[in-house]
């Protein structure tokens, strides 16, 4: 067996596993796995043919997943030597951490974090070391009966047959794991738990009820420490929180779960967005159109989507004998629209932009405020074109999509392009020029990108940018997906230059993603701050006495003459309640207006965050609000 390691290839015996290699290299301890052939793998991962191996040091970013996945590990073995009629289930790494899924009739508590953090340093400081064991199907099947252990009975069962079966121990305690880990339990330095959480046994909600612990590790207590802060500041940021205070949007039971209603302060700032966005569209020559909240059943069978996407579908409705769903997607109506009429090469591209509500049953379990609700308007927009206009169409959703997130402040992202699946519709020739094409259309906009190989839909290759708020934190909004799926269900067609009926491609768009979801990110990037063109209120005016009432008036009404949105608060409350309450709604200007600025017809500004700017005239804090909105013009 050939090994490539920084260029220089070396030959082992077939029977060694990776430790065992880099042993023989004399590579120091501070090595804790590898990337063989790209793919993580930790020392215990024996390769089964000639491989490229890139070691991975303790100190690296690709270390993170190791330590994260034995951190599950050893939360898991904790939470059995606390409680041993606990059975395990999964204890996956994900982003910024890891959680494990555990059957119990006992509740977690705050208190059990604090048990199993204890017993997770104890096992740490206990150096175990990480030893993997493959395993028969029938004998993995007897070991975990034996133990009651019927989840991990049910995971084997379902695994392919030519799947190989291994379990991880640390010390005695084992689980049935693919790995990789790293090399001891000490490798994890810096660890919390956060969070007990409910979920269902493979989301299910008809399955077994579990509970949910999520834990993050870094590589250094520096790391875990700034990470915590974060949190903290996120919780503080959350948008189902800031949207009961700031009275943006509410959920209840008695409409239903994940059903949104918005309020007017909510329901304002979208409508901003809303317009925002079809002035755009209408810039960049996309027809807006319209489309039902529901359609005939037969129109999701041609389309697929009552074969790949029933699970996310709402049950059929009968009216008048006919069978009706509500819609998952816009794509089909869109698709019908272009079929209303014959279309020649001459008319390519066409583009229909939607603001379209959506219907998905996300199961209670994952539903998530704005973030994963079951009914969502999607900023939908369909490109039909020929092969060779693909990258000229996505340049200018490129260009489009960068303006608009810019306008709403995101100016970091990342983006991905995501090639052919193994299961595919389509030729590989057109997969290969519309894959090609989305990688000119970046690279014609000097965008740096990384490939998700494989990652694309069986219909076409698509484009994911990912965007990242003030935190930190990376949000999937915009995408750009080629199909070649759908136009050949609908039987799609142009006339082209030979006269010849040909197939379109479709081009699936959303910038946003959905409004819900947006709105959400952009009461979390604000903290509910949002900016002077995009705030609910604009300016509160606060008065002190009754004698200031008709000057607060007329100043108001004033200020909607000029199409800015301003209150007046004449309650009698005490001016430093009223202050801390418009604080509060984090609305951005603040007038104050007492005797001196009614007889001066000036007005006091303070703005939000507690900037004072004082006793002005009105001219002048006019031409302070004119400048935002001339800001805001420019986007």
Request: aromatic share 12%; proline share 3%.
């Amino acid at each position: 067996m050939k090994i490539d390691i920084k260029g220089n290839i070396s030959e082992f015996e077939d029977t060694l596993n990776v430790g065992e290699i880099l042993c023989k290299l004399e590579y120091d301890n501070s090595v804790i796995g590898a990337l063989v052939d790209g793919e993580l793998r930790d020392m215990k991962h024996q390769p089964r043919k000639d491989v490229k191996i890139e070691v991975v040091r303790e100190d690296s970013k690709a270390a993170l997943d190791l330590i994260r996945h034995t951190a599950a590990h050893i939360l898991a073995e904790a939470v059995q030597s606390v409680y041993p009629d606990t059975k395990v289930t999964i204890g996956p790494v994900i982003e910024n951490g890891f959680y494990y899924d555990f059957y119990t009739e006992r509740t977690f508590t705050e208190e059990d974090l604090e048990l199993f953090e204890k017993k997770m340093l104890e096992i740490i400081k206990q150096e175990k070391p990480m030893t993997k064991e493959i395993l028969s199907r029938e004998d993995a099947l007897n070991k975990f009966k034996k133990m009651g252990e019927s989840f991990k009975e049910e995971i084997i069962n379902d695994l392919d047959k030519a799947e190989e079966i291994s379990l991880y121990f640390q010390g005695e305690w084992f689980d049935l794991c693919r790995g990789p880990h790293a090399p001891r339990t000490s490798y994890v330095k810096a660890f919390k738990l956060l969070s007990v959480a409910g979920a269902y046994w493979r989301g299910d909600e008809t399955r077994e009820s579990l509970q949910r612990i999520y834990g993050t590790a870094f590589l250094t207590k520096k790391d875990l420490k700034k990470h915590l802060l974060l949190i903290e500041e996120a919780k503080k940021r959350d948008h189902r929180k800031l949207g009961k205070e700031l009275n943006l949007f509410s959920i209840t039971d008695e409409i239903g779960p994940g059903l949104v209603m918005w309020h007017p302060n909510g329901a304002t700032v979208r409508n901003i967005i809303e317009d925002y966005w079809r002035q755009q569209h209408i810039k960049a020559d996309y027809q807006i159109v319209y489309t039902p909240h529901l359609a005939k059943a037969d129109i999701w069978e041609t389309s697929g989507h009552s074969e790949f996407y029933k699970e996310n579908m709402f049950s059929e409705m009968e009216i008048d004998k006919n069978r009706y769903q509500t819609k998952p997607m816009n794509c089909p109506f869109h698709i019908m629209i272009y079929k209303s009429e014959l279309r020649s090469y001459r008319d390519l591209p066409v583009k229909f932009a939607e603001i379209g509500t959506v219907y998905r049953y996300e199961r209670s379990g994952v539903l998530h405020g704005l973030f994963r609700a079951r009914g969502f308007t999607q900023d939908d927009a369909h490109i039909f074109c020929m092969l060779d206009q693909i990258e000229s169409e996505v340049n200018d959703v490129i260009d489009l999509t960068i303006k608009f997130l810019e306008a709403f402040g995101f100016k970091e992202y990342e983006i991905f392009v995501s090639t052919r699946p193994g299961k595919f519709v389509g030729s590989e020739e057109d997969w290969n020029d519309a894959t090609n094409a989305l990688k000119a259309a970046l690279r014609n906009k000097s965008l740096e990108f990384s490939i998700d190989e494989g990652g694309g839909a069986f219909y076409g290759p698509k484009i994911d940018l990912k965007i990242k708020d003030v935190l930190g934190r990376s949000w999937q909004c915009s995408t750009v997906q080629v199909d070649f799926n759908l136009p050949k269900r609908f039987d799609l067609n142009y006339i082209s230059r030979d006269n010849d009926r040909l197939q379109p491609v479709m081009i699936h768009r959303a910038i946003f993603g959905s409004f819900e979801r947006f709105f959400g990110i952009l009461v979390e990037h604000y903290g509910g701050a949002f900016p002077f063109w995009l705030a609910p209120v604009q300016i509160k005016i606060l008065t002190v006495s009754e004698e200031q009432f008709d000057y607060s008036n007329n100043l108001m009404e004033n200020f909607r003459r000029l199409k800015f949105r301003a209150e007046v608060d004449q309650r009698n409350e005490k001016l430093g309640l009223k202050i801390r309450e418009a604080e509060i709604a984090k609305v951005p200007y603040i007038l104050t207006i007492g005797k001196s600025e009614m007889e001066n017809k000036t007005v006091s500004v303070r703005k939000y965050g507690g900037e004072q700017i004082g006793e002005i005239k009105l001219d002048d804090f006019l031409s302070i609000i004119n400048g935002e909105i001339q800001q805001e013009d420019s986007l």
